[in-house]
């Protein structure tokens, strides 16, 4: 596998319909950056400071409950707010175009334990999780004025993520935001020019190939994507052809948990960190269209690219010209492949 693609070029990404420069020469560079160390997850079951643990008042004066497994709310500080006026007053300008924008913020608790991560979850505990998020797309996504539910979690202070505590966010929107749009109107063109589903083929054609896949169990396939940007930028797909969440069966279920478990601990184990990330479902938007043209996946950005500190910043040429990477995809699905599914730091 060495020696393939070692020049630089550039890869289609067929799903946002954009290419990533790939420069791996670039990896030969000597270093001069920090060296690496170990960073053991938190051991503090309980932060009384924390606005998510069991029992702990919010900033915005609520109490949360003695919750047991999962605990939803709607986000104190909201970027988006349900009751808004339909109208914005906009300049009388080609130029200055606003609307409003309506929506509704909600944050999911994983789990009561503070210390814990998914990738030290277990996955029933995960299952519960895979759960709660597909009865929130469907509440949500029933909602006359949601056209979209986006799902996410921001893992680690290297992704901005102001609090450690196990947790996700729910952001539904009144309008479809710009990137499940523009993989709408890739996917609406695939199927329109082949007939076919275009991550359908494309998962085929990975499971067949191989040299991109990390892992797969009978139901997803988790790899790396032939376009990634971020060093260790990973796709989880569903091998059935799935718009969102509610149409998977229980199996499909349990094993989306066992594919999110066991990825979150090879990430964990690569740089034997709590592996920051972003992560996210992208699912069919929930306005009035049919969207035969969706299939369920996950992307996870995580940024760090050689070690527990070192990072990929995205600047300069990425900024102003295309997302550029140094590692091949195929050389970051061999270190994933690599890594061990008994996670470095087990839970007492
Ligand atoms: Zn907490
Ligand atoms: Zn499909
Ligand atoms: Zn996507």
Request: proline letters at 8%.
């Amino acid at each position: 596998m060495q020696g393939k693609w070692q020049n630089p070029h550039r890869r289609w990404n067929p799903l946002r319909q954009a290419w990533v420069l790939v420069s791996p020469h670039r990896t030969q560079r000597p270093w001069q950056g920090e060296v690496a160390q170990k960073a053991a997850p938190s051991a503090v079951t309980y932060d009384p400071a924390c606005y998510l643990c069991p029992g702990n008042q919010r900033a915005g004066g609520e109490a949360n409950p003695q919750y047991d497994s999962i605990f939803t709310f709607v986000n104190d500080y909201a970027a988006l707010l349900p009751d808004v006026p339909t109208q914005v007053e906009s300049p009388t300008s080609l130029l200055l175009v606003a609307e409003a924008a309506r929506g509704l913020c909600k944050v999911l608790c994983f789990h009561p334990d503070h210390s814990l991560t998914l990738a030290r979850m277990t996955q029933p505990e995960i299952r519960r999780v895979v759960d709660a998020w597909t009865n929130e797309y469907a509440e949500l996504g029933a909602t006359e004025w949601i056209k979209y539910v986006q799902i996410f979690e921001n893992r680690g202070a290297m992704m901005g993520a102001s609090n450690p505590h196990p947790h996700g966010q729910i952001w539904s929107t009144g309008f479809v935001p710009d990137e499940p749009a523009a993989e709408t109107i890739a996917q609406n063109e695939y199927l329109g020019r082949n007939g076919r589903c275009l991550l359908c083929d494309y998962v085929a054609e990975e499971i067949r190939g191989g040299e991109r896949v990390v892992f797969e169990n009978d139901l997803f396939a988790v790899l790396v994507p032939w376009w990634a940007v971020w060093p260790f930028e990973v796709l989880l797909v569903s091998k059935r052809h799935v718009g969102a969440m509610p149409e998977f069966s229980n199996e499909e279920r349990d094993a989306l948990a066992d594919a999110l478990k066991r990825l979150t601990t090879r990430y964990d184990n690569l740089f034997e960190t709590s592996f920051p990330y972003t992560m996210g479902f992208h699912q069919a938007p929930t306005d009035d269209g049919e969207h035969k043209e969706w299939h369920f996946h996950a992307h996870f950005y995580p940024p760090l690219l050689r070690s527990a500190t070192v990072r990929k910043f995205m600047v300069g040429f990425e900024m102003l010209g295309m997302p550029q990477r140094d590692i091949t995809p195929e050389s970051a699905a061999e270190r994933l492949r690599a890594c061990s599914e008994t996670h470095f730091w087990p839970r007492a």
